[in-house]
């Protein structure tokens, strides 16, 4: 996938931990519109350092439109809301 493919593009970020926060603002870097989520509650986040572009939301990952995922690497395979997504055909990054 190049810079170009990412421009405009909706990507979903799960996990707001740091390597979460980094990638969200290295796809904001690149054009994309990236929504960062975490199971945790908003005010929960450490999000001092998120790029002001990039979309956070707590209680739960979501998707909002999106159809590419960057997963956070704590997040096991065989979690059921991932393998969910992957069936409806979001391909991950």
């Known amino acids: 996938m190049t810079p170009d493919t990412l421009r405009n593009r909706r990507v979903a ?3 707001a931990g740091r390597s979460g926060v980094a990638a969200a ?3 904001a870097d690149l054009g994309a519109r990236p929504v960062l989520s ?3 509650p908003l005010d929960a986040l450490a999000l001092d350092a998120l790029d002001d572009r990039v979309e956070a939301r707590g209680g ?4 909002d439109g999106a159809d590419l995922l960057v ?3 704590g997040l096991s395979p065989h979690n059921p809301a ?5 069936a409806e055909g979001v391909t991950l990054m």
């Not at 739960?60 to 998707?63: C, E, M, Q």
């Open 71 to 73: 997963p956070s690497p």
């Open 60 to 63: 739960g990952n979501v998707l």
């Open 13 to 15: 970020v799960w996990g």
């Open 38 to 40: 975490d199971s945790r």
């Open 25 to 27: 603002n290295l796809l």
């Open 82 to 86: 991932l393998r969910a997504v992957l």
